[in-house]
Structure formats: C-alpha cells, structure tokens
C-alpha cells in the first residue's frame, strides 16, 4: 500500500469516532417523537433525555484526554468503541425515563471522549499540507452518521421502532473497534513515552520525519501537565482560545436543529411521520455542505473559513426567526423555515464545525495536548448540552421565533471575538503553531 493510501485509511478508521458521535446525536431528533408518547413526556423530560448523552460527553471529553495521554490514542479510541456497542445495546433495552437516561449518559462517555482523540489523533498522523482536509474528515463523518441515523429514523418510521433507532449504532462501534486494532499510535504519544525509535519508524511509515510530526517536547504525567498549563502564561491562553473555539462551534444553537428539527416541524401542524423525513432534509445538506469544506479548509484558511460560517449562520438565523413566526398552519411558511435551518445548517458544516474542530486539534500545545484538549471539549460539550436541556423550554417560553433570534445574536458576538483573537494555522506545523502563540502571548 502507498504511503498517501496508509495515511488516508489511518484517518479514515480514527474518523469512524465522527461517525459515532453524528449517529448517536442525531438518531434522537426522530426517536424522540416516538419514546415521548410512550412514556408520557414533558418538555423538560425531552431536553432531559437528550442532553444526558451531553452530559457523559462532557466527562468523556474531559478524561478522554487524560486516557489519550496516559493509555495512547489507539487504545482510548478502542475503549471508546466498547462502549459505544455496550451503551448503544443498553439503550435499546432501557424500559424507563430514568433508565434511557443512564443509558444515554454511559453512551455519551464514549461519545465525548471519541470527539476529541479522534481529531488528536488524526492531527498527529498527517503531514501539515492536508491535515486539514484529513482532520475535516472526522467532521465529515459525524455528518454522515447523522445523516445515517435519520434514514434509520424514517425507515423505522412506520413502526414507531425507536430500539432499533438507537440500538443500530453498536454496528459502527463495532467497526470502530476493529479497525483501531490494525493501526499504530502516533509518534507524538511514542515520543511522549520515551518510544523514540518507535515514533521513528511510525512516521517513517507515514512518509515524513519525526520531526515534522513529533515536536521534540516530551512530558509525562497530568500532574506535570496541570503545572505546566497553571503556570506558562502562553500556553494558558493557547487553551482557554481553544476552549473558546469549542464554544464557537455550538453558541449559534447548530444541535438544537440537529436534535429538534423534527419536533419544530411537528409543533407547526407537519405530522409526526413527515416531520421525520424533514431530518433527511437537513442531512443530506450536511454532508454536501461539509464536503464542500473538506474541498477548501486548506485553500481558505481556518480563520477565514469561520467568519464566512458565522456570518451565514447569524443571516440564516434572523431570517428563519421572521418565517418561523409565521409557521404555524402555513405549509408555506413551515417549508420556508425548514429551507432556512438547512441554509443555516450548510454554512455551519462547510465552515464552522469544521473551522472549529480543526482549530481546537492545532492550537493545544504538545506539552498539554491530552489535559488541554481534553477541557476544550469540556467547553464544548458543556454548551452542546446547554442547548439540548434548554431550548425546548426556551421556545415554550419565547417562542421559536426569539429562540432563533436569541442565537443569531450570539453568532454576531462569535463574529467579533473571532475576528480579533483567532490566529490562522493553516500549512504551519504543529510546532510552528505553538511557536506563533508563544510569541503572541508569552510575555
């Protein structure tokens, strides 16, 4: 096998984490339509039931990173595949609210912690002229998952089968898990490990130098890290931006779409069974979308291709905010506000996830990766569940309309933090990225 089809595969079996992550998040928007009826559900216990995957995500980013470090990339993304076919199966047999929740909250461990060493990995795997393109493969792929999830929830439709909604995705966990059996760690970890010969012959295979993917920095242990993080002013800051980049991607409201779609065609008079199909709508203009990104994130650059996503999505926003207030009973106006959420979807998965998620893999310096990587999915995942909990609450309270307004808001906030903290990384090395923020900030 060629050197350029060995590092394809690598990233194309890390990015299965992606896959995962869009199954597992977007096969709720349809179940949920079913599960509520069955077990008579409020609004709240809705949001509840959702955001629990939220919840377990945020501890599974957080320590992910830490496993990432201690354990290496490969093993905690073999974990992450165990859990992912033992949470999808409990799922599927839960009986109760209290039960789907628990079930939901172990799944998201997974979920969480696979979010971040996916992307980690793959960044340590790549050479610098198409990382971004190859780390834009995991966004990619959670895309393709939720696309898949919401075929699932329209095939299953007619039976009201909501087990078999979330039970299917132990499949790509499955998948996930073997194919993290036929690849090695990344030589940043064998560096880290003191495994240099390894890490050599690693990269070697990889068709670069050590020294292209591994910067010569090696720390052990998350004691040392925090030290390190509390204490070096520019590497402070480098992940408090990162964490910012992880608030970036969910501040504009993108998984109360994701997840609520259905359930905001539904509480406009579409039925129950067309608001499902509505879901393929959004994920088919996903995948387009984020492909169009994967085709120029490394053309663009990451700071550019960001603002371009938040300026469409606030547009998209204030618009569908205007269409959605006159939904209820007009197909015409129901349809028009489905166009706009996937107008607001397109921008968000051409430029702004994958912007962000990229961001987040590149600016985390080596000496922190995992601990520093980890707490900007904490960020991330903290707003992701934010959004679940609340929103549907928020549109009883305000009614959709100033619920989509509310984020549009948010996103011309993004556009100026942007704007002025946001470096560009794109075709600089992992260790010319940490040298361009310690220059910025080490002072």
């Known amino acids: 096998m060629s050197t350029d089809r060995y590092v394809k595969l690598v990233a194309l079996i890390a990015a299965l984490g992606g896959l995962l992550f869009g199954y597992d998040t977007g096969v709720m928007s349809g179940a949920l339509l079913f599960i509520s009826p069955e077990f008579d559900m409020t609004a709240h216990q809705e949001g509840w039931v959702t955001s629990m995957l939220l919840v377990g995500a945020a501890v599974g980013a957080l320590t992910a990173g830490r496993a990432a470090d201690a354990l290496g990339r490969r093993m905690t993304l073999l974990i992450g595949g165990a859990v992912f076919v033992v949470g999808s199966i409990w799922c599927a047999l839960a009986d109760s609210i209290v039960m789907l929740g628990a079930a939901r909250t172990f799944l998201g461990v997974a979920v969480g912690g696979v979010s971040i060493v996916s992307p980690m990995y793959i960044a340590e795997m790549v050479p610098p002229a198409v990382r971004g393109r190859l780390v834009s493969l995991n966004t990619l792929m959670i895309v393709v998952g939720q696309l898949a999830a919401y075929l699932v929830n329209s095939a299953l439709a007619t039976t009201g089968s909501w087990e078999w909604m979330l039970g299917l995705a132990a499949v790509p966990g499955a998948m996930l898990f073997v194919g993290m059996l036929f690849v090695t760690d990344s030589p940043v970890w064998l560096v880290s490990r003191g495994r240099v010969d390894e890490a050599r012959t690693v ?6 130098s050590l020294e292209e993917l591994a910067p010569p920095e090696s720390n052990r242990g998350t004691a040392t890290k ?9 590497i402070r800051i480098t992940v ?13 409201g993108v998984n109360a779409v994701v997840y609520f779609a259905p359930t905001m065609m539904n509480q406009v008079g579409i039925s129950t069974t067309n608001s499902v199909y509505t879901s393929i709508v959004i994920g088919v203009v996903s995948v387009l979308a984020c492909w169009v990104g994967l085709k120029v994130v490394d053309r663009i650059g990451r700071k550019r291709l960001l603002m371009i996503g938040l300026a469409g999505n606030t547009i998209s926003l204030f618009v569908l905010a205007v269409a959605y207030s006159f939904a209820d009973g007009s197909f015409f106006f129901a349809m028009l506000s489905l166009f706009f959420m996937a107008t607001f979807i397109a921008f968000q998965q051409a430029a702004v996830s994958p912007a ?10 080596a000496k922190v990766r995992g601990l520093g990587m980890g707490i900007a999915g904490l960020s991330l995942w903290v707003t992701n569940w934010a959004v679940a909990q609340y929103f549907l609450p928020l549109v009883e309270w305000l009614t959709g309309s100033v619920a989509f307004a509310v984020f549009g808001v948010l996103g011309i906030i993004a556009l100026g933090y942007t704007r002025t903290l946001v470096p560009e990384t794109m075709g600089k090395s ?14």
Do not use: F
Request: no cysteine; glycine share 8%; hydrophobic share 50%.
């Open 240 to 252: 408090l931006l990162a964490m910012l980049m992880g608030l970036t991607q969910q501040i504009t």
């Open 430 to 443: 992992l260790d010319e990225v940490g040298a361009e923020m310690r220059k910025r900030y080490d002072r």
């Open 203 to 208: 990269a070697g295979n990889l068709g670069m």
């Open 356 to 365: 962000t998620w990229l961001l987040i893999s590149e600016l985390v310096p």
């Open 226 to 234: 925090w030290s390190i993080l509390k204490s070096t002013r520019w």
